[in-house]
């Protein structure tokens, strides 16, 4: 009778690690759930660290000089110098 609990007392164990190892938090399912969300984070991480470049090389080229200024208005605010004739070419 002895044998026959402990034995019992195993399947019982058994039985739960495989629950645990394919229904719980740990699952394999689950695991591979949040290694796709770790590799599409990480490639959102990428684009965002470009993004961040160009901005950080954007802000020095205004600190440093004024031509990024002038790029900036005459293209975004339609600003001209002083003589100058602005022409829009229509296609």
Do not use: C, Y
């Amino acid at each position: 009778m002895a044998t026959r609990l402990v034995s019992a007392a195993l399947v019982a164990l058994l039985v739960v690690l495989h629950v645990q190892i394919w229904f719980g938090r740990g699952s394999v399912p689950n695991v591979s759930n949040l290694i796709s969300q770790l590799e599409e984070q990480k490639k959102n991480n990428e684009q965002a660290e470009i993004a961040n470049a160009r901005l950080a090389a954007e802000i020095s080229d205004l600190r440093e000089g004024l031509d990024m200024v002038e790029e900036k208005a005459r293209s975004e605010l339609g600003m001209v110098k002083a003589n100058e004739i602005f022409v829009v070419i229509a296609r």
